[in-house]
T-cell receptor
């Protein structure tokens, strides 16, 4: 049981380049999330998808777009990367039950030079 | 505006000691308070969670204490072990069916033998 899988694990981009971070979950969860983690800043929500077909902005959405491709997959796109987007990105999923836990992937470490 | 304030930023204890991590929140609508544990190179994982209808919850060596009037909650780790060395995040969310967690900035715990 893989849980939440993120690809790639590491990526280096130059300023202005674009890329898509991929996330897939095999737990049949309804909700999916993208967080970024920066030193001393905790985890900040970028975008989320409460269910297939819906997406909403979180705390720090500027510079990002998302696509909920189907129930399993939720991608995060950087159209024109900036050094301020250097971070570790985590995808997470939630079953949508009141007693359920947020399940995280192991992250994508992105460096923008 | 930081809605969940976590302290200390880092903590070093001897094996067998009882590290305590504190969190305070501002939003009185918060009704779910989980703690996540994160090891280097991994995503956060749910450790223990509490709802405001109880003042304490224990799971193994981990205890959450909750003070609704003070809007504070804390994590205690009994008989701490070197394997407990990790970063711990408190979090909070509001409303049934809402899984948009607001995270504290994290506490890096080191348990030395």
């Amino acid at each position: 049981n893989a849980g939440v899988t993120q690809t790639p694990k590491f990526q280096v981009l130059k300023t202005g380049q674009s890329m898509t971070l991929q996330c897939a979950q095999d737990m049949n969860h309804n909700s999916m999330y993208w967080y970024r983690q920066d030193p001393g800043m905790g985890l900040r929500l970028i975008y989320y998808s409460a269910s297939e077909g819906t997406t909403d902005k979180g705390e720090v959405p500027n510079g990002y777009n998302v696509s909920r491709l189907n129930k399993r997959e939720f991608s995060l796109r950087l159209e024109s990367a900036a050094p301020s987007q250097t971070s570790v990105y985590f995808c997470a999923s939630h079953p949508g039950l009141s007693s359920g836990a947020l399940h995280f992937g192991n992250g994508t470490r992105l460096t923008v030079t | 505006q930081q809605q969940v304030k976590q302290s200390p930023q880092s903590l070093i204890v001897q094996k067998g000691g009882i590290p305590i991590i504190n969190c305070a929140y501002e939003n009185t609508a918060f009704d779910y308070f989980p703690w996540y544990q994160q090891f280097p190179g991994k995503g956060p994982a749910l450790l223990i969670a509490i709802r405001p209808d109880v003042s304490e919850k224990k799971e193994g060596r981990f205890t959450i204490s909750f003070n609704k009037s003070a809007k504070q909650f804390s994590l205690h780790i009994m008989d701490s072990q070197p394997g407990d060395s990790a970063t711990y995040f408190c979090a909070a969310s509001a409303g049934a069916g809402s899984y948009q967690l607001t995270f504290g900035k994290g506490t890096k715990l080191s348990v030395i033998p």
